[in-house]
């Protein structure tokens, strides 16, 4: 289960966190703000202010809430799940 020291931490954060491990997915080759706002269907200004913290989505404070409430194995079986719709939306 994740640790809820994880939740004391700012959104921007949480963010630069989760850009990195989709960096490290990519055997660290280094993802724009960019990009990752394209990925994530955001605009890039949009992007930059959370990882800034000049705006806090809270949306995504639930989110972290939610999963931070799940053992590992529900945790991964989530993300295959979240995985495979996005897949099947980029072919419909």
């Known amino acids: 289960m994740v640790s809820p020291k994880i939740f004391n931490m700012e959104t921007a954060d949480l963010f630069n966190i989760l850009h990195n491990a989709v960096e490290s997915q990519q055997n660290g080759r280094k993802i724009s703000q960019k990009e990752m706002a394209r990925k994530i269907g955001v605009s890039m200004r949009t992007y930059q202010d959370w990882k800034l913290g000049n705006a806090k989505p809270q949306a995504a404070r639930a989110v972290m809430l939610m999963l ?23 072919y419909t």
Not at 69 to 82: Q, S
């Open 68 to 90: 931070g409430k799940l053992e590992d194995e529900d945790l991964i079986r989530v993300i295959r799940k979240i995985n495979k719709m996005e897949n099947q939306n980029e």
